[in-house]
Structures are given as C-alpha cells and as structure tokens.
C-alpha cells in the first residue's frame, strides 16, 4: 500500500469516480461490474489469486462508495466460484458469463449452484452471453436470471427470428417497459 503501484491504483481509481460522479449527480443507477472474470486469471486483477482480488474488490469498493461517496453503484460480481467471493457486504448481484456450444443450452447447471447459494441474498443474472438465450426454456426449467446481456458480436450469428422470439417473449422485459408475463 505504501509503493508505486498501489498509489497508481488509486490514482486511476479517483479518475474513474470522477465519471461515475456525474452519472450519480444525475440521480442514475449503475450496474458496476468491475473487475470481471477474475478467476480465468486472463486479466491482471485475477492473476494473483482470490485473496489478492478480494484485496482489491474491497479497496475499489471502500474506495468509490466511502472516499468519493457513489451510492448508486450495483455491485455486479461475475464469479461462480466461492473463493473469490469478496462478501456479501461489497456485492449485489452475482452474474455468470456463459459462452455454451449451444445457446439453448439452459444453464441449469450453472444456476442451481448458485441459486442453492446465494437464494434470497443475491439476484443472480446472465452478464455475458454468446448469442441471444433462450429465455423462456430456461424459465420453464426455473433458471429465472434478473437479467441478460448479449455479448458484442455473438448476436449476429443468431437468425433474426429467434433473436425477435427471445426479445418478444412475455418472459423479457425491454426497453420499451413491456412487463413480462406471470404465472
């Protein structure tokens, strides 16, 4: 904490609150997701284990919502895995990034762990996906993710059809505020 990387951490970490500062003045929530995808270790901030990412959730996240005072952040964690869990106190939703052979592949086997988890604690979403995912099969199989991204470039590899299935279904709520079905 006392070296030059660490004071350089900071530094960045100040410039990025700056921008988040507007959004908060404006009265906007944000979903956060920083640091994703920690545990594949392909990105700097998971290269050195789960205690050090931990470290480092925690000093981004005392450092954004006490030092600058950002409230309307959505702490977004993208990990399965419960030893990189920095806590219930610095996280909101716990998202998964999936990229199957398939995109009708349910996940089910990646949501059930998580539910048994996190149930009642944590909304759990589906914050990268490769294609466009078939929302309501998943749904009759009761994998209910709060929400879903398409990850940049999977979306064109979908037929327009089932890209406007998914996005018409009663299960998806869009933009336009069009609320989805109940059982």
Known sequence: PRGEPYRLILRDIDAIALQLQKASAAGIPILWRPLHE???????WGAQGPAAFQQLWRLLYQRL?????LHNLIWVLTSE???????????????????????SDSLVNRWEPLLARFN????LALTEFGGVPD????RRLG??????????????REPAAKIAAVYRSP?????????PARE
């Open 81 to 103: 895995d419960e030893a990189w869990y920095p806590g219930d106190d610095v996280v909101d939703v716990v998202g998964v990034d999936a990229y199957p052979a398939v995109t």
């Open 171 to 179: 299960d998806v709520l869009t933009a336009e505020g069009r609320v």
């Open 65 to 69: 919502t006490v030092r600058h005072g």
């Open 135 to 138: 929302i309501s099969y998943m």
């Open 38 to 44: 920690a545990p594949g270790g392909w990105f700097w």
């Open 120 to 123: 009642g604690k944590k909304p």
């Open 143 to 156: 994998v209910n993710w709060a929400w879903f991204t398409t990850w940049t470039g999977f979306v064109d």
